[in-house]
């Protein structure tokens, strides 16, 4: 079973100084900077998906928010509306054993070379949201429709679960994408792999990105190959309390989220900020951030700087106004995204 759509679109390298933020209107593919304007229509919502399928609540692990959907273009075979036949049966929070063991036995089926996959995070200040609703279930059938397998996942939430909960669930998800039962049963090319994600989804997959190359799926080959993070919040620490930082209300939703009673004694702040873990190893950004949003535009500034100092290509996006996350794909940033993700995973 193998997809014909590969689109092949050649890499566009256009090194510009984070500072030189300027207006431009053809779509940012490489590393370089935008500044544009967005409508206030959110286009995803607009569309309507004939063909595409979606795969409902997909266990990825034991916990009832340990779900994902599976979004499928329209050109997928019949038998990949199916769940994968081995499904995980360990505890919620455990991972492989120390043998590298999922509970499959990987020889017993062999991963398909077939298409790129996406893995969407949806945001909710870490504390709510949900895979299903209309405008991230939206966003995974634009995706799908664009010949992304897309999967849109749950996780814990805080306070309930604070750090590192949410983390080690996304972790989890994305390894169960790398399963070879999952890559089959999808049709899914384990090195055309990329993460999104909007608002705390944004900085969940931000943190993907950048400790990947700590993860066992890494070190078997399997890596995170582009990051879409919009509206992600990078730098959780005392920075962002300052006059130029988040809200006190937001400040308080990051304390939850932490496990912490004040910045001053957290160390989950760094552990949980993309800012301080960036190597050269991590994968290639897309970041979108408006200008005047609640996350303040510098915290995607600062991080894009972080990453460029590490050769790592960036296409940075400011989107004028106050849209948040993915209130801002409108028509033209959407297809942004598309082309980003079609130039690393094609």
Known sequence: MKSGRRPVLALVAAVV?????????TDPVGDENATVTADSVIYPLS???HGI?????VPYGADPLQRLDVCLPADSAPETS??????????????????GDDGEDAAAVEPSSGRPAVLMIHGGSWSHGDKATAA?????????????????????????????????????????VYRPATLATYDVDAQRVGVFGGSAGGNLAAMLAV???????????????????????????????????????????????????????????????PEFHVTSDTAPFFIGHSTDEFIPLWESQEFAATLRSHDVPVTFVAVEGTAHSIAQLDEAMSRRVVTFLRTQLG
């Open 17 to 25: 100084a984070l500072g030189a933020v300027t207006s431009c209107s």
């Open 47 to 49: 569309l309507r998906y």
């Open 53 to 57: 399928d979606v795969v409902a609540d």
């Open 82 to 99: 199916a769940t994968p036949t081995a499904t995980p049966s360990a505890s919620a929070t455990a991972g492989p054993d120390a043998d």
């Open 136 to 176: 991230y279930r939206s966003v995974c059938q634009y995706l799908a429709s664009e010949g992304f397998v897309t999967f849109n996942v749950d996780y814990r939430l805080a306070p309930t679960d604070p750090f590192p909960a949410g983390l080690d669930d996304v972790r989890r998800a994305l390894d169960y």
């Open 211 to 273: 400790t990947d190359h700590d993860s066992a799926a890494y070190a078997a080959g399997d890596r995170i190959r582009a990051v879409v993070d919009l509206s992600g919040p990078t730098n959780l620490t005392t920075r962002s309390t300052e006059p130029d930082g988040v809200s006190a209300s937001f400040q308080r939703k990051q304390l939850l989220y932490l496990g912490c009673r004040s910045y001053a004694r957290c160390p989950a702040a760094v552990r949980a900020s």
